[in-house]
């Protein structure tokens, strides 16, 4: 590999060993502590002013993977976290995004929309 500046390189040769323990790290949906919300629909309280609702299909040592997802701002509205999820309960879950990578550090919970209390 020829670079033209010796940070620019080292930077390349950083990302590729970065990126290549990556795909070493296990996919952590083997964990039986996934397996139980796996393909179902699940929430996820995050540590933000965020809420995430949908579909739990993978995740690594960085992310969770939800699709047919909503994710919600609740700056955006006068709702309470827990009004939401339970409307979403009721009504169904609104989805605005088909996949979404949440990550895994912004994660406070995650439990089963049917295991929500409306």
Excluded: W
């Excluded at 290549?20 to 952590?28: G, N, V």
């Excluded at 995740?59 to 827990?82: G, K, M, P, Q, S």
């Amino acid at each position: 590999m020829s670079c033209r500046y010796a940070s620019h390189c080292n930077t390349l040769v950083l990302l590729k060993l970065l990126f290549s323990l990556e795909q070493l790290m296990p996919d952590k949906t083997d964990s039986p502590l996934y397996q139980h919300f796996l393909n179902r629909e699940v929430v996820l309280d995050l540590r933000s002013m965020f809420v995430c609702l949908g579909t739990f299909v993978a995740a690594d040592h960085r992310y969770l993977i939800i699709e047919n997802a909503d994710i919600h701002d609740l700056r955006d509205t006068t709702t309470t976290r827990e009004r939401y999820v339970v409307d979403s309960k009721i009504h169904g879950i609104h989805c605005n995004r088909e996949k979404v990578l949440i990550s895994a550090d912004e994660v406070v919970g995650i439990s089963l929309l049917d295991d929500v209390i409306a």
